[in-house]
């Protein structure tokens, strides 16, 4: 089993253009980790938006492998979002549910007065989506919830990927993606984003055992321009698929980026056009997740351990494809679950806003007796933060 490791590893370093003397160590390394409060509570908020999941952030610079500066703008991004009021620890009337949302940060510091929160209005001044799909594929039923994004520097566009998401009577939760779509905001836009670009993408996967796969979980920028410290050129793009949550890879350069023919896919050994060749590099992920490169060369992969646990975990790899050692655990967010009816899920390192030598992490609380329980505990929705400290 270590000499097969050994020689993916090797194969992979060869094809990239990094071939090693030694094997990689992706099981051992120094970490402490503790809770980011400041962070924390820079997303408990009472008036306006007030909750919220899918939490991603862009640096508008294009810089995405380092801190920001302080003068940088920070874009977070969300999928559903309560907007309302709440008083004396209750949800007013006239609350409502949107399918995502964004923010813009000031600055990397946690500083609650430079931030402002973005949604969108109906025809009565009610609170709407942000992104609503508007593609050839798209059903009248459909919605958003968003992927990971990036500034690109071959144009100044913002991308986000948008999964088209559409209720359905059947299956345990009530909705199913049903599409993989992006979005491109031009340069210089500001919300709300009228004058935005949407296109379906061929990155949906559907096996014949009805299990899906889709690109966009996390976006990892290869480049000297983002700051990548082993830049190749590329931007990776991981997919998460089935009930056990492989992990897929795809990569493209930064000028192709909306020419899906040029896309290739990591198929374990080479990259490959034909997407239906992807290889699964490991499985535990969440749907949700982040790549960065370490301090030492090494990268990490973190997530929420098999998608909805109350673990965040660390995988190590050799390289943006791998291959990925065990599962390290990171924290553990039971304090968090004040009721039986709470979950936590999709954890994502933020390095545009984690000091050198750290991964800021958030992670998300929700509640399968949803609106029973943010009745009690109107603040429960939102990111949690953890900070971990590389030794």
């Avoid at 290889?279 to 992969?301: F, K």
């Avoid at 000091?355 to 029973?372: A, D, M, Q, T």
Wanted: charged fraction near 20%; charge should be positive; glycine fraction near 10%.
């Amino acid at each position: 089993m270590k000499r097969l490791v050994l020689l993916c590893f090797i194969c992979c370093a060869m094809h990239k253009g990094m071939a090693q003397t030694n094997p990689v160590n992706l099981t051992d390394i120094k970490f402490t980790v503790t809770e980011a409060p400041e962070w924390s509570a820079l997303l408990k908020r009472n008036t306006g938006w007030f909750g919220g999941d899918g939490i991603y952030t862009i640096p508008l610079s294009g810089v995405e492998g380092r801190q920001s500066k302080p003068k940088d703008k920070i874009l977070f991004i969300f999928s559903d979002s309560m907007i309302g009021e709440i008083r004396d620890n209750t949800m007013m009337p006239g609350y409502k549910m949107i399918h995502n949302s964004v923010a813009l940060l000031n600055g990397n510091k946690p500083l609650a007065n430079q931030m402002k929160f973005y949604w969108d209005k109906d025809g009565k001044g009610n609170a709407e989506s942000l992104f609503i799909p508007k593609t050839s594929k798209t059903d009248s039923t459909d919605y958003y919830w968003l992927g990971d994004g990036f500034v690109n520097q071959a144009n100044n566009a913002t991308y986000i990927f948008g999964y088209r998401v559409r209720n359905v009577s059947s299956g345990a939760f009530g909705f199913r993606e049903v599409g993989n779509t992006l979005i491109k905001i031009p340069a210089g836009s500001k919300p709300p984003y009228k004058d935005l670009k949407q296109m379906d993408t061929p990155l949906y996967l559907l096996d014949e055992k009805n299990d899906i796969g889709s690109f966009g979980a996390g976006v990892y920028v290869n480049t000297q321009a983002a700051g990548a410290p082993q830049p190749d050129g590329y931007i990776y793009t991981y997919g998460v698929r089935g009930m056990v949550k492989n992990l897929m890879v795809a990569r493209v350069l930064p000028k192709d980026f909306e020419n899906f023919s040029k896309w290739t896919y990591w198929d374990g050994n080479a990259w490959v056009s034909d997407i239906r060749k992807v290889a699964n590099i490991t499985d535990g992920v969440s749907n949700e997740l982040s790549v960065s490169a370490l301090p030492d060369g090494r990268y990490a992969l973190i997530f929420q351990q098999g998608g909805m646990s109350t673990i965040v975990g660390m995988r190590i790899g050799a390289s943006p494809v791998g291959p990925f050692g065990p599962i390290i655990k990171l924290w553990d967010c039971k304090p968090d679950l004040v009721e039986k009816t709470f979950v936590v899920y999709n954890a994502k390192a933020h390095p545009s806003l984690s000091k050198p030598g750290e991964l800021l992490i958030s992670y998300n609380i929700n509640s399968v007796e949803f609106i029973k329980d943010l009745t009690v505990h109107p603040n429960l929705y939102r990111p949690r933060f953890i900070r971990v400290k590389f030794q």
